[in-house]
């Protein structure tokens, strides 16, 4: 059973950098063949695709992002970390971390999230 | 970016009904998406992908159709535990291009 775990602080301040770490279970970041991606919501809203991280350590990002986005992986660890820097309020939403999985024929699709993680940036 | 239009934004329905659920690509996306289902406070749960297969584990009520720009989830007969928020994904030109939702469609209890 695949399991992922995020974590990090739950209050940034403006301008400030957000940390957040997924830890996998059940799954090898490495070997998986899987994509792992970092996703969030706002209150009320559709997810997001921040970007994504290939077990190679190939990543994408949202254009929107790009310039304040790294998501990385600790093979030694098992985890995907995500930093975000130069946060604002709008930044405020739940994090999930996913493993976007192989399904044959050329299909990925997310299938198992995290529970999510709330980040309110606020002085 | 691939916008995902969903419709209606709400669907009040009784258990038994039968649920029909839209999502509109801003262009053709082929059959590159899926479906989910959330709870208040739960993650998105994968339901359908690739338009149309079931993800392990979901009933065979709910099932999805539709290639191009037009896409339905249909859930043939409302059981008490359907009713939630659905979402509607693509990934069309992934990698290494983005991953987008549309805005979701709650599903009430009338």
């Known amino acids: 059973q695949v399991q992922l775990q995020e974590s990090g602080p739950g209050l940034v301040r403006p301008s400030q950098t957000l940390s957040l770490t997924c830890t996998v279970s059940g799954a090898s970041i490495s070997t998986d063949g899987s994509y792992w991606t970092w996703i969030r919501q706002h209150p009320g809203k559709g997810p997001e695709c921040l970007g994504y991280?290939?077990?190679?350590?190939?990543?994408y990002y949202k254009s929107s992002l790009k310039s304040r986005l790294t998501i990385s992986l600790d093979t030694s660890k098992n985890q995907v970390s995500l930093k975000l820097t130069s946060v604002s309020a709008a930044d405020t939403a739940v994090y999930y971390c996913a493993r976007i999985f192989y399904y044959g024929s050329g299909s990925y699709w997310p299938d198992y999230w995290g529970q999510g993680t709330l980040v309110t940036v606020s002085s | 970016e691939i916008v995902l239009t969903q419709s209606p934004a709400t669907l009040s329905l009784s258990p038994g009904e039968r649920a029909t659920l839209s999502c509109r690509a801003s262009?053709?996306?082929?059959?590159?998406l899926a479906w989910y289902q959330q709870k208040p406070g739960q993650p998105p749960r994968l339901l359908i992908y690739?338009?149309?297969s079931r993800a392990t584990g979901i009933p065979a009520r709910f099932s999805g159709s539709g290639s191009g720009t037009d896409f339905t989830l249909t859930i043939s007969s409302l059981e008490p535990e359907d009713f939630a928020l659905y979402y509607c994904q693509q990934r069309y030109d992934w990698p290494p291009g983005g991953i987008t939702f549309g805005q979701g469609t709650r599903l009430d209890i009338k």
């Open positions: 690739d338009a149309s």
């Open positions: 262009q053709s996306i082929s059959t590159y």
């Open positions: 991280i290939y077990f190679t350590g190939r990543t």
